[in-house]
């Protein structure tokens, strides 16, 4: 298994989630890691990505302010802190790798592996 997400949850209503996405070491230190998000009858959409060095970091526009993405190179693991959750945010969430940092982290099709989901879902 390259990538192994895990962290999700059912919570309230500006409650807090963590997620976390293990990669194996070549694609960690050498691959953009991106989350996606997936809600029922919609599509795929972009929510946050690191550069492989971490220096660079983009988010979605609805999930900015709320959501942090970094690294932990001891472990391997992108992290997806997701803070204010509100029902919107109730999504599959999944992580991937991407080759390259640029405008195309933001594009689903450009990503090699991807990790199974992980359900968050936001109560009101």
């Known amino acids: 298994v390259q990538l192994q997400a895990s962290g999700g949850g059912l919570v309230q209503a500006g409650g807090s989630l963590r997620l976390s996405c293990v990669a194996s070491?070549?694609?960690?230190?050498?691959?953009?890691m991106g989350w996606f998000r997936q809600a029922p009858g919609k599509d795929r959409e972009f929510v946050a990505a690191?550069?492989?060095?971490?220096?660079?970091?983009d988010y979605a526009d609805s999930v900015k302010g709320r959501f942090t993405i970094n690294r932990d190179y001891g472990k391997n693991t992108v992290y997806l802190q997701m803070n204010s959750l509100q029902p919107e945010d109730t999504a599959v969430y999944s992580c991937?790798?991407?080759?390259?940092w640029g405008a195309g982290v933001k594009r689903a099709n450009g990503y090699h592996y991807w990790g199974q989901g992980t359900q968050v879902t936001v109560s009101s």
């Open positions: 991937a790798a991407h080759p390259t």
């Open positions: 070491g070549h694609i960690f230190r050498s691959y953009t």
């Open positions: 690191s550069s492989w060095n971490d220096e660079n970091t």
